[in-house]
C-alpha cells in the first residue's frame, strides 16, 4: 500500500517558521524526484519545491526562494519541507508528491503519488 504522510502544519503568525515532513512508504523512494505543492481556497494547486532522488539539485517557486527549504533522508524514506519568514499569502494546504515522468518538476501532472495534505495557516 503506498502511502506518503504529511505532518507538520499548522497555525504561525507572519515571520515565523514551520518544518513540514513527508513520510513515504510502499512504494520506490530513493531514486525520485519529490515534490512540495500547495492549494489555497479557491485558486490551482501550484509548485513549491522540489528535490532530486539524491539531493543533489533543488528547485524553488520564485515565491519561497530564499525562505524555504527542500531537503530528504533517504535512509528514513522522508522529505521536509522547512519554512521560515513565512507570509499570509504562504497560507494553503500542502502536498508532497512523488516524480514519475521526466519533463518539468513544477508540472502537478508529472507526479503520481501524493499524500493528503496538511494544513498550513500564516496569521499576520
Known amino acids: 500500500q503506498v502511502q506518503l504522510v504529511e505532518s507538520g502544519g499548522g497555525l504561525v503568525q507572519a515571520g515565523g517558521s514551520l518544518r513540514l515532513s513527508c513520510a513515504v512508504s510502499g512504494v520506490v523512494f530513493g531514486t525520485y524526484t519529490m515534490g512540495w505543492f500547495r492549494q489555497a481556497p479557491g485558486k490551482e494547486r501550484e509548485f513549491v519545491a522540489a528535490?532530486?532522488?539524491?539531493?543533489?539539485?533543488?528547485y524553488y517557486a520564485d515565491s519561497v526562494k530564499g525562505r524555504f527549504t527542500i531537503s530528504r533522508d533517504n535512509a528514513k524514506n522522508t522529505v521536509h519541507l522547512q519554512m521560515n519568514s513565512l507570509k499570509p499569502e504562504d497560507t494553503a494546504i500542502y502536498y508532497c508528491?512523488?516524480?514519475?515522468?521526466?519533463?518539468?518538476?513544477?508540472?502537478?501532472?508529472?507526479?503520481?503519488?501524493w499524500g493528503q495534505g496538511t494544513q498550513v495557516t500564516v496569521s499576520s
Open positions: 508528491a512523488r516524480k514519475s515522468d521526466s519533463g518539468a518538476y513544477y508540472d502537478p501532472l508529472k507526479y503520481d503519488y
Open positions: 528535490v532530486s532522488g539524491r539531493g543533489r539539485s533543488t
